[in-house]
Structure formats: C-alpha cells, structure tokens
C-alpha cells in the first residue's frame, strides 16, 4: 500500500499595518495654478502621527485622532476617498502655520477632515487665545470644525481659495476669524464654498467681543450666520470689552471689503448683517461687486450653546 502524500498547507500572508512611512510622493491640486503638483518626503498622517512639524503630510484611510499639535509650517494633503478626525482640535504653535490641500478640481473629489475642539481655549483648527501670529490657509478638501470656546477656524490669518469649509464657533468664539483676546485677526476668501456661524457675541466670520478683525472677499459661496446676543454676521462681535490683548478697551471693530463672490450675512440681537456688533463700532464696509444679502434682525438666532465650557487653559 503506498501513502498518499500529505496535503499542502498554505499560509494566508498576513497584512502589516501601515505605519507613517516618509518619502512618498504625493499629488495635490493647487487653486492659485489651477494644475496638480506633487509633494515629495510626505508623511502618512495614521492613527498614531498627532505631532506635524515642517514639512508635508497626507491622511491615509480614516484614522482619528484625539489631538494635534502643529509646529513650524505645515502642508496637509486630503486626497480622495480620505477621512480624518480629530477629536481634540489642531493646535497651531504661535509663528507656525498649516495649509490645507485638496486632490482635484472638484472639492466633492477631496477627502474629508472633520474637527472638534476640546478645551476652551482650543480652536476647531487655529490658535485659542491671543494667537495673532498663526496663519491658517484652506485650498481644497471638505473641512467641518468646531469649538467648544473659541473659534472654529482661527487665530490670526485665514485665507481660504478653495474647498468647502463648515465653521461653528463655540462659547463667544467666531465661525471663521479671530481667537479670544486676539488683539486682531484678518480673513480672506478668494474662493470656495463657507458657511460661517458664530458663538455668543461673536460674528460668523470676522471678530468676537475683544478683538478687531478685517474680512475681504474676492470670491467663493459664503453663508455667514451671527451668534447670539448682538454680533454680526460678517464683522465685529457684540460691544466693547478690556482684555490682555486689547488693553485700550476700545469697541470691537471690522473693515469687510466685498470685491466679489455670493454673500449672506445675518446679524443676530441688534447687530449688522454686515459691520458692527451692537454697542460697538461700525468699522468699515466697502462693496465693490459681488452679490450680496444682507439680514439685520431684532433678536439673536439660535446660536451654539452659551453655557460656559469648563476646560483646561492654552493648548500645547
């Protein structure tokens, strides 16, 4: 009798984990050029990678991540099919910046990113408090932010060319402009698609209670929706208030300059759909072009919940 040989036995190949891997290159669509680029050296932002330093990062699959800390000047890459979440704010280290790209023309196309600040002090994505040298730049992806205190997209500079920008501010924070106590703060948009809703005292896009803010607009779709108790909807936040940064204790004030685009703006409590807060001063308003619908209301849209976060101080 002879044996029959023994069954081969093969061994599925076991997938090891995509780590952050360094050196790839990426490509990314640039608004101002209107071409695809490609980054090189670009790291994989995976569920561990929470630190960006200088240099160029793209999200892989659909990591989430508690919190990140930015440092020096940074390039975000949200290619297609990705989707990234960030429970705890992107921090933005004062005298750094991070740039937002998206994969192609089309922003339905980008991938996703999706943040919530978790301290008071925290901004959705920016600097909290007193953070006037940061610069936020948005050229594509699909980007909802958050915060619980402050602003959603904050904290010095913002300018956004391209992509779709969901913004809520949280307890006396802005949609889209400046951190609490920022001695001032400029937001520009050039194009894309922004819906802005400001916090307590707070304007959709442009300035809170305590700081000065300039806004201009050369393009893009922008809804933006005031607060509650007398902000307004693009400009300054409700009255006059003293603070470390705005020693002088003068009014709240905003320069908005419209040269085009669609624009809605809704004031909330007294305030102007597009100006001053009430009981602060009107700033400057110059419209040029575009289209514009302005709404000044009598009492205060239901804004994001005015009780008073109880969090931790600045964020690393």
């Known amino acids: 009798m002879t044996e029959e040989p023994a069954p081969e036995v093969t061994e599925e190949p076991v997938e090891e984990p995509e780590t952050a891997a360094v050196g790839s290159a990426v490509t990314y669509y640039d608004p101002g050029t209107g071409a695809e680029k490609t980054a090189r ?7 561990d990678v929470t630190a960006w330093t200088q240099g160029w990062y793209e999200v892989w699959g659909a990591p989430t991540l508690e919190r990140v800390s930015v440092q020096g000047n940074v390039n975000l890459i949200l290619s297609h099919g990705t989707i990234l979440t960030v429970t705890g704010g992107i921090t933005v280290a004062d005298g750094g910046s991070l740039t937002i ?5 089309n922003y339905n196309d980008d991938g996703e990113l999706t943040v919530t600040g978790a301290d008071r002090y925290c901004a ?38 391209g992509g779709v920008v969901t913004a809520t501010g949280g307890y006396k924070g ?45 393009g893009g779709v922008i809804k933006a929706t005031a607060g509650r108790n007398g902000a307004a909807g693009i400009g300054s936040g409700y009255g006059s208030r003293r603070s470390i940064f705005n020693t002088t204790g003068g009014p709240s004030s905003a320069t908005v300059i419209i040269n085009a685009g669609a624009v809605n703006a809704a004031g909330g409590g007294g ?9 602060g001063t009107g700033g400057a308003v110059t419209i040029n072009g575009g289209t514009v619908k302005a ?20 964020a690393a």
Do not use: F, H, L, Q
């Open 41 to 47: 050296n670009v790291t994989r932002v995976t569920a």
């Open 174 to 218: 802005v949609g889209i402009g400046a951190g609490i106590n920022d001695a001032s703060a400029t937001v520009n948009i050039n194009g894309g698609v922004v819906n802005a809703t400001g916090g307590n005292s707070s304007a959709g896009i442009g300035g809170d209670a305590y700081s000065k803010s300039t806004v201009t607009i050369n």
């Open 124 to 161: 959705g994505i920016g600097t909290g408090r007193g953070g006037s040298n940061v610069k936020i730049t948005v050229n594509g992806g699909t980007i909802t932010a958050a915060s619980r205190g402050v602003a959603g997209v904050g904290g010095g500079t913002v300018t956004i060319n």
């Open 295 to 314: 709404t000044a209301r009598r009492t205060s849209a239901p804004g994001p919940d005015t009780a008073k976060p109880r969090c931790s101080s600045t």
């Open 271 to 279: 305030g102007a759909a597009i100006g001053g807060g009430n009981y």
């Open 101 to 105: 790209w998206g994969s192609d023309e």
